[in-house]
């Protein structure tokens, strides 16, 4: 069942395609294990297994992809990047009113039992360059050398994306440097750092009374070509049949993005091994 799970998540299947695919496909079957069309799962069983292992389950498939990774040697190598990725979940279509009784934690009178299990009470609505975005977030701590998700944490599109950067910060990186963009810097984090003995590599961010000067745009372009090689990684996630979540509520959500997360570390393991890389 965990394969199914892991075949879902990697070409982002609903429950009904997943089905589909297994009766049509001889590879899913031979990938999953199944003889014959009688041993195949439907779409209930494949739902209810994911609900019953939940968060906790996939993240101890993170773990295990994450142990296998270290135990063939490619630990956390040239400093480590941070970012975070906005998660689209389906839009409610919500009026005002009804909108400003979720935003209290309530729930419109109106709304029927089988109406509140299709609406999704837990994301929210964030701007990002002049646009609204609903959905949830994913923020990723990744090393500089492998490309490999190290730790996540998981949120509403809402949160700030600095507010996970001490939470998926990652200790075992063999390098010092610390990676991200200008979204994440403030005194207080540089101080931080600093007490920690790690290197600064935290894009700088100007304001409207004290521009950057030519020194830092600079200092910003040089850490900008190592800070992209985590977008290498959400560009990886984004082609694993996108990054929407097919799913409601908070729990579901946080499943599907950590399954995200071990997947895409999953498909670098293959990666490594078909390529022949070993690790140094």
């Known amino acids: 069942m965990v394969r ?29 294990g199944l003889a014959s069309a009688i041993n195949i799962p439907d779409r209930t069983t494949v739902w209810t297994f994911e609900n019953r292992i939940g968060e906790a389950g996939a ?18 190598r040239g400093g480590q ?15 005002r009113e009804e ?3 979720v935003k209290e934690g309530a729930m419109p ?18 701007k990002k360059h002049g646009k609204s975005h ?3 977030k994913l923020s990723i701590n990744v090393d500089k050398k492998y490309k490999v998700i190290r730790k996540i944490e998981t949120g509403t599109a809402s949160i700030h ?31 931080w750092l600093k007490d920690k003995g790690y290197r600064n590599q935290i894009q700088r961010k100007g304001t409207r009374n004290k521009p950057l000067s030519e020194c830092q745009q600079g200092r910003n372009h040089r850490i900008a ?44 393991l293959v990666y490594f091994q078909k390529a022949g890389i070993e690790a140094f």
């Not at 990186?173 to 540089?190: F, I, L, M, P, W």
């Open 4 to 32: 199914i799970l892991v075949l879902k998540r990697l070409y982002n299947l609903s429950d009904e395609q997943m089905e589909y695919q297994l009766l049509d496909r001889m590879s899913y079957k031979r990938f999953c």
């Open 59 to 76: 993240k101890v498939l993170f773990d295990g992809v994450s142990a296998q990774l270290l135990k063939r040697g490619f630990i956390a």
């Open 81 to 95: 990047i941070i970012d975070a990725t906005l998660v689209p979940a389906p839009k409610q279509r919500n009026s």
């Open 99 to 101: 909108n400003k009784l």
């Open 109 to 126: 009178a109106d709304w029927k039992p089988a109406k509140r299990r299709q609406k999704d009470t837990d994301a929210t609505w964030t």
């Open 134 to 136: 609903f959905g949830y």
């Open 161 to 191: 994306d600095s507010q996970h950067f001490e939470s998926v910060f990652y200790t075992l990186n063999t390098s010092r440097d610390v990676y991200a963009d200008r979204g994440y810097t403030s005194k207080g984090r540089e101080d």
């Open 225 to 268: 070509k190592t800070r992209a090689r985590v977008e290498h990684v959400f560009a990886a996630i984004d082609q694993m049949g996108g990054k929407m979540v097919r799913t409601i509520g908070q729990a579901r959500a946080n499943f599907t993005m950590t399954m995200m997360a071990a997947c895409y570390n999953l498909k670098r």
